[in-house]
């Protein structure tokens, strides 16, 4: 019975370049044969034209016809000479192998299968399961190949045929079995047993084209983060004049980057152990509201290119812009109410949460962290990816010895990104991100902006918070609010005792905690609160000031009034090897910082004894009336 789509003419067909040039001719003869034949004309007829004996006609036409593994015919490679179209099938039940003899077990495996198929079942259920550790590849199929003995014994308990006839129990014949069934299994034994980096891989490269592609500039904005693996130093002014270099190695690079154009949008580099919610918002305004600024190099050799930049500061029509798609993975700073609520609702995104680990949902960016890393990997101070895999010797005492100054490299680091964005890309038609752009906006491309009265409010990184007013008349306490262990009010707040137990909600700046906005439950603004005490001394953020609470709840930091509270804060970080987080109390107080002030060593200031007399006769002995600080030094 030949199929109506064989009758119809639809069948895999063989190129002329697969068919060797010795059996071109017999080929071609054999597939006249069966195209005769399909049509429905007579054997004799076919012998005539093609000198096929008609025995020989059927067994072609047979082979044409038979069902590969996905149910269609195999078609013109059946034609092919010496082609075997099934494996071998041993019928002869396996013996004993005596000492010396050579062959004689062919099909043996195949046979065994065959007759225990709970075997291959178990093996790909050992394949798939992430509790058997199998690391190496060499002890990998070891343990596999002593897995399907034991498995085969489990089974069959009775069984005296192959592989325990033979010298070695069939261990390599085994051995390409676990191999072969291992690659009919791939993403399943990746999954359960492969490193991160070959998880992400095995579900690339499927030809499967991806679900969001971007159609225009900003359409979809990619946002991820990276560590900087490699130290570096901070120079700390400890006398005039002299630098004191202090190892840092705790950085984060936060960037987003345009799929449609590859251009690099806006990034931030982060000095924490981790980045936070408010570190992404300030991402997202940069790549949107712009606000970049060349910066003025130390190094003049490593310059920017003419028409360097990031779009929203360098192009006009990009200043303001909205995004349809953000893309980022599940880290919790992504997944927060200041990025999945408040900035949606700010810039007008569509919010788009992709796996952890799984560079492949965010290609571009990737690509661009890959960059960053090829170049890092150069310095002597790396620190790798891995302890184990390129991890310079002595990275930290090299990072002082070379003097790599982190002002230096955040200076490099603006000037690679910002050229980046001017280098001809093969994946845009050998455009540059930024000529891309600019082509697409001189053709009046119409693209959704944030209006010019809303700009300056959403620079502001600003957050909500319920708080109770406190205070008593009975006790003459004024009315306050308590944010992060500080006092806040004002002179209308403390004016008005009608409004002690009330709600208010406070609005609070990320990057300044000195002082907030209040309103009533029914929208009325009360005003300004402005925070008590040395707190309002100094610009600050809510995280410098958890931390600092926590040191000084730990009875770890004493403020004092010998100094200014910023500089005690730094202070105490240099002396405890946390240059990052003393850089972020300065950055906080002057953003334009990228270096630590000098630190000052407090002085204790005299305190008179009035115990002893003043000695006038020696004052410059420790006499008596000269003893400063009794008991102390």
């Not at 004996?53 to 269609?72: H, M, P, Y």
């Not at 009919?184 to 499927?206: F, L, M």
Request: charged share 20%; hydrophobic share 40%; glycine share 6%.
């Amino acid at each position: 019975m030949i199929p109506q789509t064989v009758q119809a003419g639809n069948w895999p067909r063989l190129p002329a370049s697969a068919v060797p040039e010795e059996h071109w001719q017999l080929f071609c003869r054999r597939r006249t044969a069966v195209q005769m034949y399909i049509e429905g004309h007579a054997l004799r007829a076919i012998e005539q034209r093609t000198h096929l004996k008609g025995w020989e006609v059927n067994r072609l036409a047979s082979r044409f016809l038979t069902l590969d593994d996905q149910g269609q015919c195999i078609g013109e490679r059946a034609l092919l000479p010496h082609i075997h179209l099934k494996p071998y099938e041993r019928r002869k039940p396996s013996g004993n192998k005596y000492s010396g003899q050579q062959g004689g077990m062919s099909g043996c495996l195949q046979q065994l299968l065959e007759t225990y198929p709970e075997i291959e079942e178990r093996m790909v259920a050992v394949l798939k399961d992430s509790a058997q550790m199998l690391d190496d590849h060499r002890n990998a199929i070891a343990f596999l190949t002593k897995k399907f003995m034991q498995v085969l014994h489990a089974i069959a308990p009775d069984h005296r045929g192959w592989p325990y006839t033979t010298k070695y129990q069939g261990r390599v014949s085994i051995r390409r079995y676990i191999l072969a069934l291992r690659n009919h299994v791939p993403g399943s034994y990746i999954n359960a047993h492969g490193s991160s980096e070959a998880r992400a891989h095995i579900v690339t490269g499927t030809g499967h084209r991806p679900y969001l592609a971007a159609q225009r500039p900003f359409d979809i904005v990619e946002l991820d983060g990276h560590f900087i693996s490699a130290f570096f130093v901070l120079l700390v002014e400890q006398v005039n004049g002299l630098m004191f270099p202090i190892p840092l190695d705790r950085m984060w690079l936060l960037a987003a980057i345009d799929q449609y154009s590859h251009a690099v949008l806006a990034y931030k580099l982060v000095l924490r152990s981790q980045p936070g919610a408010s570190d992404v918002r300030e991402v997202l305004v940069r790549a949107s509201l712009g606000g970049w600024k060349a910066q003025t190099l130390e190094n003049t050799n490593f310059s920017y290119k003419v028409d360097a930049g990031f779009p929203s500061s360098v192009i006009e029509e990009c200043c303001g812009v909205m995004f349809s798609v953000l893309s980022v993975d599940s880290h919790l700073s992504n997944i927060a109410k200041k990025i999945t609520l408040q900035a949606r609702q700010d810039f007008g995104f569509h919010h788009y949460l992709g796996p952890t680990g799984r560079f492949e949902t965010r290609a571009k960016i990737e690509r661009l962290f890959a960059e960053v890393v090829r170049h890092t990997a150069l310095l002597p101070s790396t620190t790798g990816s891995h302890p184990r895999h390129g991890r310079a010797d002595g990275a930290q005492e090299k990072a002082v010895e070379y003097q790599l100054d982190l002002t230096r490299f955040i200076q490099a680091l603006d000037v690679a990104l910002a050229n980046y964005n001017t280098e001809p890309s093969e994946g845009i038609g050998m455009f540059s991100p930024l000529g891309l752009i600019r082509q697409y906006m001189s053709q009046a491309a119409i693209l959704p902006r944030i209006a010019v009265e809303r700009r300056e409010r959403l620079k502001v990184d600003l957050i909500t918070k319920y708080v109770t007013v406190r205070g008593s008349l009975a006790e003459g306490r004024r009315p306050y609010i308590m944010l992060d262990r500080v006092r806040y009010t004002s002179e209308h707040l403390a004016a008005n005792f009608d409004l002690i137990g009330f709600k208010l909600c406070v609005e609070i700046d990320e990057h300044d905690y000195r002082a907030v906005n209040a309103f009533l439950p029914n929208g009325a603004a009360i005003g300004v609160l402005h925070a008590c005490g040395w707190w309002a001394t100094f610009r600050h953020t809510p995280y410098i000031r958890r931390l600092v609470n926590s040191l000084i709840g730990q009875r770890a930091l004493t403020i004092t009034e010998d100094l200014p509270p910023s500089q005690q804060i730094c202070d105490y970080f240099i002396r405890h090897n946390e240059p990052n987080r003393a850089l972020l109390v300065k950055q906080a107080e002057d953003p334009s910082l990228s270096t630590l002030p000098r630190a000052v060593v407090p002085v204790k200031k005299p305190v008179k004894d009035y115990l002893l007399q003043p000695d006038q006769e020696y004052p410059g002995l420790p006499a008596a009336g000269q003893a400063d600080n009794r008991g102390g030094s």
